[in-house]
Nanobody, 129 residues
């Protein structure tokens, strides 16, 4: 089992940057693939980015490609989401999530919220125009 705690959210002007962090408890952090999702008011939770256990593989949703970067430091049990060029449509509660990869995973599976077992409480990102 792993517990996740996000931090780093806040208010930023459009075009600005934020770095979100997600600290995980436990000694098996490197066993988990990690993802970032976001949920805006009145909308469904949506995939943002994911990273493999080793950090060697990443995927992003199209509308944030080139602006956001996911990374992890397994020695610090932490996954990051560096967000740049923030836009007025980016505000949401951002969640990190963890999952144990399976032998039949597909690209689609890795982007589905239902595939993730553990979730943090979320951190609010607000962008002013």
């Amino acid at each position: 089992q792993v517990q996740l705690v996000e931090s780093g959210g806040g208010l930023v002007q459009a075009g600005g940057s934020l770095r979100l962090s997600c600290a995980a408890s436990g000694r098996t952090f490197s066993s988990y693939a990690m993802g970032w999702f976001r949920q805006a008011p009145g909308k469904e939770r949506e995939f943002v980015a994911r990273i493999a256990r080793s950090g060697g593989s990443t995927d992003y949703v199209d509308f944030i490609k080139g602006r956001f970067t996911i990374s992890r430091d397994n020695a610090k049990n932490t996954v990051y989401l560096q967000m740049t060029s923030l836009k007025p449509e980016d505000p949401a509660v951002y969640y990190c999530a963890a999952r144990i990869p399976g032998p039949y995973d597909t690209i689609t599976t890795r982007k589905q919220a239902a595939a993730y077992t553990y979730w943090g409480q979320g951190t609010q990102v607000t962008v002013s125009s």
